[in-house]
C-alpha cells in the first residue's frame, strides 16, 4: 500500500530561495510564466513570472539548447541554468539558463499586454479580460493587498478572543428591511440573499461574545456608481459586553494599526510595486455627525440643506478637513441621526434623534457602518413598532433577546473599499476580483 | 478634538487573567452570563458562561450585596469579588461575590436548558432554538473546533504560497453543470448561485499560481440525508506546476498534520470538553478506485454491482477496510471513472476511462474532492464536445486556457463534514451553525 506523507521537496526552486546568496553561481531548476520575451539577436531576455515576483533569464545562442524566438508569452516553462548576480534585473539576480522545458503553451496571444509595467487600458476592458489583466505585476499586487487586509483582520481579532463563524447567505428574510434584496425560490419558497450577517452575528454573541466573519454579502441596490458593488467581502464583528460604543471604535482603530504593521512587514514588495504610502492610524479623530457638518459648512462656506444627512461631497469634505486641519486620514463620524440607521441601533438616551453608531471616513470614503445595538427585547419590540414594522419572520432573531444578551455592537467593513482606499483607487472595480454591478454578472 | 488610539485596558478580567496565581486573594471584576444557579440556602452557586470557559461564584448571605433567588439565568452581569481557589470549581477557581451589577435581564426563559452538560434534546428542537442551543458549552464547543480547521487551512496555506481570493457567488452559469443550481433574477437577467468557485480558482492560478478561499457554496440538490447541506463552506484550493495529482494529495496531508497540532496547542479545551481523540494524519494510504472496491468486495463479501461508481455503502467499508488493515482514519481513493467527474478533470493517459483525480475519505464518508484538471485549451475544447457540452457562458473561462495556464489541480473540503466527523457526529447539520436544508431556512 502506498501513503503520503505531506508536501515534499521540489527540484525548482522559487524566487525567496533565489535570492539565497550561497546560490550563486549554482545550477537551478525555475518555473514560472513567460512574462516577456525581448529578442536581441544572439541574446533574448525571458522574464518569467512566479508568485513571488519576477525573474530574468537570459538565453544565450550557442548555451541555451532552445531558441527565444520559439517561446510564446504566456507559455508555463521550467529552465535550468545558472543564478547569476545582475544589478540591472529585478531582485539583482538572472538566470543563464541552459536548457528549457515547455509545460503548457497558448493558442492565442492575450488581449492586453499584461507585461507592461502598467496596462494602459480602460477599467472595461481590464474586467472584459479579466484572467489577463489580473496577471500584470500592478494588477495582481492590489489583490495581495487585499488578502493582507483580510488576514490583518482575523489575525487581529483572534488575538482578541473572538471567535469565527460562518452564517448562512440564504434566508427567510433580510436584516436591513425589505428593499435592496435579492430574491431567489429555495424548493419552491420565497428566500432571500443575506445583505449582511447582522442578525446571526448578534444571535451569536450571546454564545461567543466576540464573533467575526469574512463572507460575501449581497445588496440589490440599483446604484451604478464607483463605490458600490451588488456583491461584495464584508469583514464583519460583533462584540458583547461594551462599556459604550466607543469600544468597537477602538476596537476597529487596533485592527487598522495591526494591518498596516502586517502590511509594512509582509507585503513590501507589493507596496513598493504599487508606490503606496500607508495611512496614518496611531490616532484617528472622531466627531459628531452634526460637529462634521458644522465644521465643513464653516470651513468650506457650504449651507447645511438637511441636517439629518450626509451628502457624499459633505463625507469628502469632512475628509478633507480632517486631512488638512489634524493630517488624519480616518476620521470617526459618529452619533448618525436614528432616521438614517436600521431599527436596532441603540439611539441615544441623551438624544433620541441620534444613535450610538459611528461611520468610519477613509480620506472622505465610508469604508464602515458600525454602532452600539438595542440589546433588551422589549425596547427592540418597541422600535419596530414605531418603525410600523412586522416582526414577522424575525420570531428567533427576536427570541435571542428574550432569553438574554449582553449590551453589545458591532460593525461591518467594505473590504473592497478599503483596498480601493489603500490602493489609491477611484474606482472599486479596480480592487475587486471579479466586480459583480448593476451590468456585469461576468467573468 | 477627540482621538481614539486602539483598545484601552478594561477594569474586568478574562478567565486566562483569572489562572494567573497571583491574582489569588485579590480583589477581581468579571463579567459573564449567568449560566447557572444552584441555591443552597445561605449559599448559592452562580456559574458565569464566558466565552473562555465557565467560571463559578459564590455568593453568600452577608457577605455578598445581591440576593442570588432574585438572579436569573441568561442575565448578564458583572460581579465583583474575591478570587479564591476550590479544586472542585472549573479551573480550580472560584470568585467569592461582593457586588453584583446586572447588565442584561431575559423576559423569559429559554426553551432549552443551556446550563446543562449535555443538552439531552432532539436535533431539531436545538436547530429550532438554535441562539438558544448554541450557548451549551458542548455545542459550542464544536465551532470552536471548526474555527480551528478553518484556521489551521488557511495559515497552512500561507505558509505555502498560497493567496487568498474572493470570487463572486452570483454569476450566470454554474460550474458543474446546469442542475443543481439556485436560480435568481439579477436586475432582470437570470443569474445562479455558485456551485463552487472551480472556474475562478482556475483563473486565478494564471496569476498567482496558488490560490485558496474559504467561502460558502450552494447546491440545490434534492437530497436530504444526513451528510449534505444545501449551502456550505467550502475549503478549496488551487496550485499550478504541479508534477502529478498526488502533489494535491501531498499538500491535502500536510494541512490535516498542521491542523491537528493546531487544535492540539489551542484547541485543547474544546479537545476535553467533547472528549475528541484526535485522526492519524501522519501517513495516509492511497488506493485506486476500482482496486478499493476489490479489496472492501473481498473481505466483506460483496458483489461488485457497478465497477465505475461508488455507493455510499461501499464508501463506509473502504474506511472500515483501512482502519482494520491499517489503522488508518484516512483514506485517499484515486482514479475515479471519467463519467462521474466534471468535464474539467485530467484523464488518466494511461487509461482515459478514469482519471487524474481523488476523493479524501474520513472513516468512510467523502470529506474532500479533488484532481488535476485540464490545462490544455484543445484538449478542454474536445471534453466539452465529447460531452455534447455548450461554450456557452464559459467563454471567459475558456479563455483563461487560450492565453496558457500552467499544469494545475486542486481540490475542495466540506467543512461542516470535517467538522462532523472530527466531533464524531453522525449529522452534519450538528455542526452546522445555521443549516440550510430541503425543510429549513430558519433561522
Same mark, same amino acid.
Request: proline content about 5%; overall charge negative.
Given at each position: 500500500?502506498?501513503?503520503?506523507?505531506?508536501?515534499?521537496?521540489?527540484?525548482? !526552486?522559487?524566487?525567496?530561495?533565489?535570492?539565497?546568496?550561497?546560490?550563486?553561481?549554482?545550477?537551478?531548476?525555475?518555473?514560472?510564466?513567460? *512574462?516577456?520575451?525581448?529578442?536581441?539577436?544572439? @541574446?533574448?531576455?525571458? !522574464?518569467?513570472?512566479? /508568485?513571488?515576483? &519576477?525573474?530574468?533569464?537570459?538565453?544565450?545562442?550557442?548555451? $541555451?539548447?532552445?531558441?527565444?524566438?520559439?517561446?510564446?508569452?504566456?507559455?508555463?516553462?521550467?529552465?535550468?541554468?545558472?543564478?547569476?548576480?545582475?544589478?540591472?534585473?529585478?531582485? +539583482?539576480?538572472?538566470?543563464?539558463?541552459?536548457?528549457?522545458?515547455?509545460?503548457?503553451?497558448?493558442?492565442?496571444?492575450?488581449?492586453?499586454?499584461?507585461?507592461?509595467?502598467?496596462?494602459?487600458?480602460?477599467?472595461?476592458?481590464?474586467?472584459?479580460? /479579466?484572467?489577463?489583466?489580473?496577471?500584470?505585476?500592478?494588477?495582481?499586487?492590489?489583490?495581495?493587498?487585499?488578502?493582507?487586509?483580510?488576514?490583518?483582520?482575523?489575525?487581529?481579532?483572534?488575538?482578541?478572543?473572538?471567535?469565527?463563524?460562518?452564517?448562512?447567505?440564504?434566508?427567510?428574510? +433580510?436584516?436591513?428591511? +425589505?428593499?435592496?434584496?435579492?430574491?431567489?425560490?429555495?424548493?419552491? /419558497?420565497?428566500?432571500?440573499?443575506?445583505?449582511?450577517?447582522?442578525?446571526?452575528?448578534?444571535?451569536?454573541?450571546?454564545?461567543?461574545? #466576540?464573533?467575526?466573519?469574512?463572507?460575501?454579502?449581497?445588496?440589490?441596490?440599483?446604484?451604478?456608481?464607483?463605490?458600490? &458593488?451588488?456583491?461584495?467581502?464584508?469583514?464583519?464583528?460583533?462584540?458583547?459586553?461594551?462599556?459604550?460604543?466607543?469600544?468597537?471604535?477602538?476596537?476597529?482603530?487596533?485592527?487598522?494599526?495591526?494591518?498596516?504593521? @502586517?502590511?509594512? #512587514?509582509?507585503?513590501?514588495?507589493?507596496?513598493?510595486?504599487?508606490?503606496?504610502?500607508?495611512?496614518?492610524?496611531?490616532?484617528?479623530?472622531?466627531? /459628531?455627525?452634526?460637529?462634521?457638518?458644522?465644521?465643513?459648512?464653516?470651513?468650506?462656506?457650504?449651507?447645511?440643506?438637511?441636517?439629518?444627512?450626509?451628502?457624499?461631497?459633505?463625507?469628502?469634505?469632512?475628509?478633507?478637513?480632517?486631512?488638512?486641519?489634524?493630517?488624519?486620514?480616518?476620521?470617526?463620524?459618529? *452619533?448618525?441621526? %436614528?432616521?438614517?440607521?436600521?431599527?436596532?441601533?441603540?439611539?441615544?438616551?441623551?438624544?433620541?434623534?441620534?444613535?450610538? %453608531?459611528?461611520?468610519?471616513?477613509?480620506?472622505?470614503?465610508?469604508? $464602515?457602518?458600525?454602532?452600539?445595538?438595542? *440589546?433588551?427585547?422589549?425596547?427592540? &419590540?418597541?422600535?419596530?413598532?414605531?418603525? +410600523? =414594522?412586522?416582526?414577522?419572520?424575525?420570531?428567533?432573531?427576536?427570541?435571542?433577546?428574550?432569553?438574554?444578551?449582553?449590551? *453589545?455592537?458591532?460593525?461591518?467593513?467594505?473590504?473592497?473599499?478599503?483596498? =480601493?482606499?489603500?490602493?489609491?483607487?477611484?474606482?472599486?472595480?479596480?480592487?475587486?476580483?471579479?466586480?459583480?454591478?448593476?451590468?456585469?454578472?461576468?467573468?
Amino acid at each position: 500500500m502506498e501513503f503520503l506523507r505531506g508536501v515534499t521537496p521540489k527540484e525548482t !526552486v522559487e524566487l525567496e530561495e533565489l535570492l539565497d546568496a550561497s546560490r550563486l553561481g549554482c545550477e537551478v531548476k525555475v518555473n514560472g510564466m513567460v *512574462h516577456t520575451v525581448r529578442d536581441m539577436g544572439e @541574446l533574448s531576455f525571458v !522574464v518569467l513570472r512566479k /508568485r513571488g515576483g &519576477l525573474l530574468q533569464c537570459i538565453f544565450e545562442e550557442g548555451f $541555451t539548447q532552445y531558441d527565444a524566438k520559439a517561446l510564446r508569452e504566456e507559455s508555463a516553462v521550467e529552465v535550468t541554468g545558472l543564478l547569476e548576480q545582475d544589478a540591472r534585473a529585478p531582485h +539583482g539576480i538572472e538566470v543563464r539558463v541552459k536548457e528549457v522545458k515547455v509545460l503548457s503553451v497558448p493558442y492565442d496571444a492575450p488581449p492586453l499586454s499584461i507585461g507592461k509595467w502598467k496596462l494602459g487600458t480602460s477599467l472595461e476592458a481590464k474586467l472584459n479580460y /479579466r484572467s489577463a489583466s489580473l496577471r500584470n505585476v500592478r494588477e495582481r499586487a492590489k489583490f495581495r493587498i487585499q488578502e493582507g487586509i483580510v488576514r490583518g483582520f482575523r489575525d487581529y481579532l483572534y488575538s482578541q478572543q473572538f471567535t469565527e463563524i460562518h452564517t448562512p447567505k440564504i434566508g427567510s428574510k +433580510g436584516a436591513e428591511g +425589505g428593499s435592496n434584496v435579492f430574491k431567489l425560490e429555495y424548493f419552491h /419558497r420565497p428566500a432571500v440573499l443575506a445583505q449582511s450577517p447582522q442578525f446571526y452575528k448578534q444571535m451569536m454573541v450571546g454564545v461567543y461574545d #466576540r464573533v467575526f466573519e469574512t463572507a460575501p454579502v449581497f445588496r440589490a441596490e440599483k446604484h451604478n456608481t464607483k463605490r458600490h &458593488l451588488n456583491e461584495y467581502t464584508s469583514l464583519d464583528f460583533e462584540m458583547g459586553y461594551i462599556d459604550s460604543f466607543e469600544d468597537i471604535m477602538k476596537m476597529e482603530t487596533g485592527f487598522l494599526q495591526y494591518t498596516m504593521r @502586517l502590511l509594512e #512587514r509582509e507585503y513590501a514588495q507589493e507596496l513598493q510595486i504599487l508606490n503606496l504610502t500607508l495611512p496614518k492610524t496611531e490616532e484617528i479623530p472622531m466627531v /459628531r455627525f452634526d460637529r462634521a457638518k458644522e465644521l465643513v459648512a464653516g470651513k468650506y462656506s457650504r449651507k447645511i440643506r438637511n441636517p439629518y444627512d450626509l451628502e457624499p461631497e459633505e463625507e469628502t469634505l469632512i475628509g478633507q478637513y480632517f486631512k488638512e486641519e489634524y493630517d488624519a486620514d480616518f476620521v470617526f463620524v459618529t *452619533h448618525y441621526p %436614528s432616521k438614517k440607521r436600521p431599527f436596532y441601533a441603540m439611539d441615544d438616551p441623551a438624544d433620541p434623534r441620534f444613535t450610538l %453608531s459611528f461611520d468610519l471616513l477613509f480620506h472622505g470614503l465610508e469604508i $464602515t457602518t458600525g454602532g452600539q445595538r438595542i *440589546h433588551d427585547y422589549r425596547m427592540l &419590540l418597541d422600535k419596530l413598532a414605531a418603525r +410600523g =414594522m412586522t416582526e414577522e419572520g424575525m420570531e428567533q432573531y427576536l427570541a435571542t433577546f428574550k432569553y438574554g444578551l449582553p449590551p *453589545h455592537g458591532g460593525l461591518g467593513i467594505g473590504l473592497e473599499r478599503l483596498t =480601493m482606499k489603500l490602493c489609491g483607487e477611484e474606482n472599486v472595480r479596480e480592487t475587486t476580483l471579479f466586480p459583480r454591478d448593476l451590468s456585469r454578472l461576468e467573468p
